[in-house]
């Protein structure tokens, strides 16, 4: 049996493949209302090394709530979404409730998954706006597609690539979104340049994200399965915000939280903005 590597031995391409592996299983998992799969939406349980199920509020040892009940505890209307859409649902937040989105504009989601967050979305910025969603794994990629037809939704793109590297057009975007997923980048700080670079000028980022108040053990960080459930990968909040602003973006923070670990790991609205 070959023993795995630990995530402090792996190459960046070998994180994201192993990412990658773990949301493919999610989007090709199927539930019915009465199924459970693990979930914590504020994590507020500790990462288990036993986790064998993918969640990006993080891996879990007690709490069990199906996808669509955390998409409706965390706000999202889920009345008339496709089960595509919520039975592969993975986020820690609702970052579309507090993005203020307008008729119009166009939004931009990192790691879009499924695309519920798309969807909901899609009916803030109207049929004048547009959402674009950017995933790495052709599987979430191609549900969603099947989940935009089925709602009958035309002012959204899908488009298959990397966070870190975006294939979106300089200055071309009003808003971004991302739900659980920036943890999960090994180069955070390539991520939040590129969001600068695509975002127009006046342009605003809302997020939600698992952070640490505190460093984590190295032996949790080193485990594959708590990386791709969004613990592993989490960085200091103090770091994320500093990456922001490294990046070019102001008024940036958090701006609310929620839940916290046993080693320090709480879901947060973070915030900021390109300048004018």
Sequence with gaps: M???????????????????????RVAKET???DEQTPNCSDASCGPAPSQTSSSCCGPQQEVKVTRVNLAEALGYD???????????FAGCGNPVALASLKEGEVVLDLGSGAGLDMFVASKKVGETGKVIGVDMTPAMIEKAKQNAEE??????????????????????????????????????????????????PGGRVMVSDI?????????????VVTYTGCIGGAILDEEYLQH?????????????????????AYSAYIAGSKPE
């Design 78 to 88: 889920t009345e008339g979404m496709p089960t595509g859409a919520t039975e592969s």
């Design 244 to 264: 922001m602003r490294d990046s070019g973006f102001h008024d940036v923070r958090i701006t609310s939280k929620a839940g916290q670990s046993l080693y320090g």
């Design 2 to 24: 070959t023993k795995m590597k630990k995530v402090s031995e792996m190459k960046p391409d070998e994180i994201k493949d192993a990412v990658r592996d773990a949301y493919s």
């Design 211 to 223: 952070v640490l108040s505190k460093p984590l053990p190295q032996e949790i960080r080193d485990e």
């Design 151 to 200: 709602l009958g939704i035309t002012n959204v793109e899908f488009r298959f690539g990397d966070i870190e590297d975006m294939p979106v057009e300089d200055n071309s975007v009003d808003v971004v979104i991302s739900n659980c997923v920036i943890n999960l980048a090994p180069d955070k700080g390539k991520v939040f340049r590129e969001a600068y670079r695509v975002l127009k």
């Design 31 to 33: 539930w019915t209302p």
